[in-house]
């Protein structure tokens, strides 16, 4: 049995979970409402203030759905509660981010000024070199900066470009000079 697929999903007050036809489930919260259809083949149940999910057999196929279905179900009560948070961080000499309305513009060494506009339901928020990208879709916050970062990546030498809060860029030495 998949340790993460038996796991029950608690849901907490003010979280109303609905499972319609063909697994459509909605959940709907205090910071907003999540909408995904899941695989059909899973069984989802609620019990109460819990959310069950079994899978019909053993096939390996099932197995895989049975503990992807259970965390993405999680991940959308996770965020209509508590939503969810990335930083970033610019480094890089004149290398920086301003936020105007909806627009992020990043001066990265280019010979123009990148502009990002925010998607729908994800908002940033630029605070000296740091950008923080914010929602409640896990999905949606984590592609949106992962595009950001792509636009500079960091680099080994000095480490110059976009990186993660918690990533660590491994340096390299440079070239020397030859007798």
């Not at 697929?5 to 489930?25: L, Y």
């Not at 280019?110 to 630029?126: L, N, R, W």
Request: hydrophobic share 30%; net charge positive; charged share 30%.
């Amino acid at each position: 049995m998949s340790r993460i697929g038996r796991m029950p999903i608690a849901v907490p007050a003010g979280v109303t979970v609905d499972i319609a036809e063909n697994n459509k489930v909605t959940v709907n919260g205090p910071k907003g409402t999540l909408e995904r259809v899941l695989p059909a083949e899973m069984e989802i149940t609620q019990e109460g203030a819990e959310i069950l999910v079994k899978r019909p057999n053993d096939l390996k196929k099932m197995k895989s759905l049975h503990g992807l279905t259970r965390t993405l179900i999680n991940n959308m009560v996770v965020g209509v509660t508590e939503g969810y948070v990335k930083t970033l961080e610019v480094n890089g000499v004149g290398y920086r981010a301003a936020k105007q309305g909806s627009k992020l513009t990043l001066s990265l060494g280019y010979s123009h000024p990148v502009e990002m506009t925010d998607p729908e339901g994800i908002t940033t928020a630029v605070d000296g070199n740091k950008i923080t990208v914010s929602g409640i879709d896990k999905e949606k916050v984590g592609q949106y900066a992962a595009e950001i970062r792509e636009k500079r990546r960091p680099e080994p030498y000095k480490g110059k470009g976009i990186k993660y809060d918690y990533e660590v860029i491994r340096r390299k030495v440079g070239k020397t000079g030859k007798k």
